[in-house]
């Protein structure tokens, strides 16, 4: 599977495409029955507005489920991916068979309702600690089936996506360490097993477990759940030698004091596992 950073425009719209067909196969099933109600031959127009200020995001998947169910749709986007709506802005209009709109109203509107929740709680982390090194980082905390489509939310938000899932990059946590014999054997461990990782990354709690870390070589370093005073001297400490990323219980409230010890990451479960969905609907007017 590609990382991100090699997606282009087509990748992103096949990805869309293939979990909305998920999602409408899990919806429509074996057919809409109370769609089957209107009309077949009857169109309709309709309008997606945003019942409170959000960053927009989630349009490919938006398109995705509309054309799926009626291909001859025509959409015209008043506001456009990645950018902010007003409450009770429209934010799409769209105009096509009312059968097949009102089959992917939901879809649509549950992929537009969560990608510009993530996209717009990234987007407030992000804004707190503009001014500092730090950038806001995700994780694999998301929900089963969605993971690339969360991670690219985060992306259009400001955010940075850290490792996609087991098969990219390398994150060793204490279990690691203690299975493969010390910090030392799993760091040279890693070097023979997964030459191909974008990056390799090792856990600490304490300032020692910091020290023996980087004597071992690590370039990159997830300071877990350290209080103020221990961050600073973890900086302090590692005087540029790996990057540094805190993690462990961020909230909005603390994650300007966070940044400003002058670690380079701060990653934060809660952008893709802890939100709440945008407000949008759907309005029809039949032609």
Same mark, same amino acid.
């Given at each position: 599977?590609?990382?991100?950073?090699?997606?282009?425009?087509?990748d992103?719209?096949?990805?869309?495409?293939?979990d909305?067909?998920?999602?409408?196969?899990?919806d429509?099933?074996?057919g809409?029955?109370?769609?089957?109600?209107?009309?077949?031959?009857?169109q309709?127009r309709?309008f997606?507005?945003a019942?409170e200020?959000?960053?927009?995001c989630?349009t490919?998947?938006?398109?995705?489920?509309?054309?799926?169910?009626?291909?001859?749709?025509?959409? @015209?986007?008043?506001? /456009?991916? #990645?950018?902010?709506? !007003?409450?009770? $802005?429209? +934010?799409? *209009?769209?105009?096509?068979q &009312?059968q097949?709109?009102?089959?992917a109203?939901?879809?649509?509107?549950?992929?537009?309702?969560?990608?510009s929740a993530?996209a717009?709680?990234t987007?407030?982390?992000?804004?707190?600690?503009?001014?500092?090194?730090a950038?806001i980082?995700?994780t694999?905390?998301?929900?089963?089936?969605?993971?690339?489509a969360?991670?690219?939310?985060?992306k259009?938000g400001?955010?940075v996506?850290?490792?996609?899932g087991?098969?990219?990059?390398?994150?060793?946590k204490? @279990?690691?360490?203690? /299975?493969? #014999?010390g910090?030392? !054997?799993?760091l $040279?461990r +890693?070097? *023979?097993?997964?030459?191909? &990782?974008?990056f390799v990354?090792?856990?600490v709690?304490?300032?020692a477990?910091?020290?023996q870390a980087?004597?071992c070589?690590?370039?990159m370093?997830?300071?877990?759940?350290?209080?103020?005073?221990?961050?600073?001297?973890?900086?302090?400490?590692?005087?540029g030698?790996?990057?540094?990323e805190?993690?462990?219980?961020?909230k909005?409230?603390?994650?300007?004091?966070?940044?400003?010890?002058?670690?380079?990451r701060?990653?934060?479960?809660?952008?893709?596992?802890?939100?709440?969905a945008?407000d949008?609907?759907m309005?029809f007017?039949?032609?």
């Open positions: 599977m590609k990382h991100f950073s090699e997606f282009c425009a087509a992103l719209a096949e990805l869309a495409r293939a909305v067909a998920r999602a409408l196969a899990e429509i099933g074996s809409d029955l109370t769609a089957a109600l209107v009309d077949g031959s009857r309709a309709a997606i507005v019942r200020s959000a960053l927009l989630g490919p998947w938006v398109q995705a489920a509309l054309l799926a169910c009626d291909p001859h749709a025509r959409l @015209n986007w008043q506001v /456009a991916e #990645g950018q902010r709506c !007003a409450a009770n $802005q429209v +934010v799409l *209009e769209l105009q096509g &009312a097949a709109l009102l089959s109203e939901r879809t649509a509107l549950n992929f537009l309702q969560l990608l993530v717009s709680k987007a407030t982390f992000v804004a707190a600690v503009a001014g500092t090194q950038q980082v995700d694999r905390k998301t929900l089963p089936g969605l993971r690339l969360q991670k690219y939310a985060v259009t400001g955010g996506n850290h490792r996609i087991l098969y990219d990059a390398v994150l060793i204490e @279990n690691h360490i203690a /299975a493969a #014999g910090v030392a !054997a799993v $040279q +890693v070097q *023979e097993t997964a030459p191909q &990782a974008r990354e090792i856990e709690e304490t300032l477990q910091l020290e980087l004597a070589g690590a370039r370093v997830l300071l877990d759940n350290m209080d103020l005073p221990t961050l600073h001297e973890a900086v302090r400490r590692n005087a030698r790996a990057v540094l805190i993690s462990g219980g961020v909005l409230q603390t994650v300007r004091a966070l940044a400003q010890t002058g670690v380079d701060i990653s934060i479960g809660s952008l893709t596992k802890d939100v709440q945008v949008f609907s309005r007017d039949t032609l």
